[in-house]
């Protein structure tokens, strides 16, 4: 799950991380009420990704006229496939440095790990490849958490000065932010030193881990709606993960990484896959509102079914999905490979109830359903 | 290591409706299983073994060396750290979606007692002919015999599919290994590479990758020490980047994870890489005559 900034800066304040005064706005009017109410303020975009400054869709504005305006040009401009519905008209602070810092999951240690730069800004992932001493990495061991003194101890010799115990403290408050948020990426880019000695959060990036959205319901329901077609989301709503692929070659399997290899295969003999759909784990009982699914993209002229049966039973599959083609009587070839768990008695009911034989091999079974979906064309 | 029948496993969770179906399955195939949990069944039995309210427990009444657990994701921080506890050797976790930071407990205590996680999200692991611990068809004789193939996945579903068609080929194996979908997982592929490498039984081992992450690149730098040919297959070649492909771990994001990238530090060390499933067979036969001459 994302957030726009507008949602996550309220979280690091309730944790004690300052951030400059706010208002959110949704037409240019009101930016211009806000900015008089506000002062000198920055006009910025709220979308769910990184890349707005660049996109030009955070400006400086020194009066309210000033701020009406730029609301006028970002309103309505896409960045990075979002369309900006809304502005956060934020009072500008008077910068004496930029800094860096991250919270997030380390895969290598499987533990969590703090990033901290001097060099804060717009291009830190460039400063992160081009100048690798300037990005500090600060290893967390999760039983024991991250207090004021490792942070301090962590920040020895950055050249924070006297803000050096200030700069910790932030530290320390946004691992509790990442540990009870469960978070994947807590991001402040930049955190920065004030003329008048403060720590505030200028922005902030945070994605929390979708495997926790039942322990943080309260921030589900705040949640950056992701980006999705119709039919994405139709699957999302059932359980299931659904990628359209431009293709014409349907494709159902179970398991993503059985779902995946059918996708190679049928790129491999020279077909282009439709989708990527899995009904694998808890999912496999769901072959019906699957198959309807697949069935919504009118570019499909041929349907594969590969089943590898371990958790997910073939028989139950198989069972489902031929009821709902029955059903459907959809007018496109369909060809099955069943293997492993309840193998003979799915292909039992693909014999009985279609009439078809299941290819052995999930090659032959790949090549039958490109065939037929270049014949079709 | 590799699960042998000789080994006393544990069922967390096992009255459950999976629990059941499995236990059942690897009770039959010949997998000794000592005991279950359920916390509120203590004291019974179920499928003739008896069950406790945790692993610590069973383990004062019966040596355990693997437990097994299925547990949904929520309590499986709990249910991992009590079976670290109990000073299992391995833990295999099948549930998939446990929130990132209950893993990374799980990971700690695991490191603190010694315990060998395999998981999260996996499929588990089979010896064929002998026991299987997880919700692999091992029972299944078209897809599973036994042989000289180590067999090291990702993915359950694919690994199942590769098994096969060896089994298909005339190939047995000596071992499964079902490192998990997740990206922090206990046993790596390199882990898991290391240990068939090790195995007097494993003639050859095959590696199902999967895009995401770089474990097919750590992979790559143990097989260049081996001697022991090693054909791979890495799923996801026709998967747009910057999409969780159903697995949360198979994601392209950047330059990371990238097919070609895992395609060509496994080539660079000599191994064999498959464009289709199929094609496995045929590299694993010219890798061991290769050996052979």
Known sequence: ?377 | MIVRKEHKVLVQGITGKQGTFWTKAMQDYGTSVVAGVNPRKAGTEHLEVPVYACAVDAARDTPIDVSVMFIPPMAAKAAAIDACEAGVKMLVCLTEHIPAHDVMEMHAAAAANAVRIVGPNTAGVVTPGECFVGIMPAFNANVFRPGEIGVISRSGSLGTLVSLNLTQSGFGQSAFYGVGGDPMIGTTSRDALEILDADARTKAVVLCGEIGGSAEESAAEYAAEMSKPVVAFIAGRASPPGKKMGHAGAIVSGSSGAYGAKRAALEAVGVSVADVPSQIPVLLKEGLDRKAA
Request: glycine share 8%.
């Open chain 1, 1 to 377: 799950m994302n957030f726009e900034e507008y949602r996550a800066k309220p979280l690091l304040e309730t944790c004690g991380v300052a951030v400059p005064a706010s208002e959110l706005v949704w037409d240019a009017d009101a930016a211009e009420v806000a900015a008089a109410r506000i002062g000198k303020c920055v006009v910025k975009a709220q979308v769910p990704t990184g890349k707005r400054g660049k996109a030009g869709g955070i400006k400086l504005a020194a009066t309210s006229e000033e701020a009406k305006a730029h609301a006028q040009a970002i309103l309505g401009m896409e960045i990075d496939g979002h369309r900006v519905e809304k502005l956060l008209i934020e009072a500008q602070v008077p910068i004496a440095q930029e800094l860096y810092v991250a919270v997030l999951n380390d895969v290598a240690s499987k533990n969590p790990l703090i990033l901290f730069s001097m060099m804060g800004g717009m291009d830190v992932e460039e400063v992160a490849e081009t100048d690798p001493e300037a990005m500090r990495k600060i290893p967390v061991d999760i039983t024991k958490g991250f207090d004021l003194s490792s942070a301090q101890r962590a920040l020895e010799g950055c050249g924070l000065g006297e803000m050096q115990a200030a700069v910790a403290d932030v530290l320390v408050k946004l691992y509790r932010a990442y540990r009870d948020r469960d978070a994947e990426l807590l991001e402040i880019n930049p955190l920065v030193l004030t003329d008048n000695g403060q720590v505030v959060a200028l922005d902030c990036k945070l994605t929390i881990d979708d495997s926790a959205a039942p322990r943080q319901a309260e921030l589900v329901e705040q949640a950056a709606p992701e980006l999705m077609t119709a039919l994405e989301l139709k699957a999302h709503e059932a359980g299931l993960k659904y990628i359209a692929l431009g293709g014409s070659v349907g494709v159902l399997a179970n398991g993503a990484g059985l779902t995946m290899t059918s996708m190679d295969a049928i790129t491999h003999y020279g077909g282009e896959p439709a989708n990527f759909l899995e009904i694998g784990g808890e999912a496999y009982t769901k072959s019906k509102i699957a198959l309807s699914i697949l069935l919504e993209n009118t570019d499909i002229r041929s349907l594969l079914v590969n089943f590898c049966g371990a958790f997910a039973r073939t028989d139950v599959m198989t069972e489902g999905l031929v009821a709902a083609w029955k059903d459907l009587a959809p007018d496109i070839p369909i060809f099955f490979t069943i293997h492993g768990t309840g193998e003979d008695e799915a292909v039992k009911i693909v014999r009985e109830e279609l009439g078809l034989e299941p290819f052995d091999l999930m090659d032959d079974a790949v090549k039958a359903a490109v065939a037929a979906a270049a014949e079709a064309a």
